[in-house]
T-cell receptor
């Protein structure tokens, strides 16, 4: 089966601009997660979709971040306007079962805000 | 605030040796633990999980859990250069999130 696909793999934008990250989960995986790793810090949870519904968005840092999963397939994470502290690697992961923490991660999008 | 702590390393071992990676956690109620391996520039990959006190073996990997001491470890026997990576310890947090440690970088020299 195809893995979790994320794009772009890298993005460099200026402070104040908008960036949209995309994640295509494994087909049939209802659960989709977004995580972020800021330089020098641990990977941190952002939010969790079950199909098209937000199950848990407690990790979203502020209202500059907007995640969507229309139709329960791919997901987008928009940052608007981007700030310097938003730089990091954004990972998407998916799983078939909600209780399965052994999810499959994508290779991430490295976002640099300058 | 639940936390998972790891020594960032780097941990350097010669080829063929046993690598011991350690993790402590703050939430005494945590029931399950996960070890992910991440090669540089790649995605984290689940390699082991453990729910019960004691040892769990899978090939060259052994996960050890001591709930009384709130301590989890991963042993890699007969370490190979291909094992060189960052190893991430994780435990379930609130809701459906996983809480990760910062990871320990392992370097196996040939």
């Amino acid at each position: 089966e195809a893995g979790v696909t994320q794009f772009p793999s890298h993005s460099v934008i200026e402070k104040g601009q908008t960036v949209t990250l995309r994640c295509d989960p494994i087909s049939g995986h209802d659960n989709l997660y977004w995580y972020r790793r800021v330089m020098g810090k641990e990977i941190k949870f952002l939010l969790h979709f079950v199909k098209e519904s937000k199950q848990d968005e407690s990790g979203m840092p502020n209202n500059r971040f907007l995640a969507e999963r229309t139709g329960g397939t791919y997901s987008t994470l928009k940052v608007q306007p981007a700030e310097l502290e938003d730089s990091g690697v954004y990972f998407c992961a998916s799983s078939r079962d909600i209780a399965n923490y052994g999810y499959t991660f994508g290779s991430g999008t490295r976002l640099t805000v300058v | 605030q639940k936390e998972v702590e790891q020594n960032s390393g780097p941990l350097s071992v010669p080829e063929g040796a046993i690598a011991s990676l350690n993790c402590t956690y703050s939430d005494r109620g945590s029931q399950s633990f996960f070890w992910y391996r991440q090669y540089s520039g790649k995605s984290p990959e689940l390699i082991m999980f453990i729910y019960s006190n004691g040892d769990k073996e899978d090939g060259r990997f052994t996960a050890q859990l001591n709930k009384a001491s709130q301590y989890v470890s991963l042993l890699i026997r007969d370490s190979q250069p291909s094992d060189s990576a960052t190893y991430l310890c994780a435990a379930p947090g609130a809701g459906t999130a996983l809480i990760f440690g910062k990871g320990t970088t392992l370097s196996v020299s040939s």
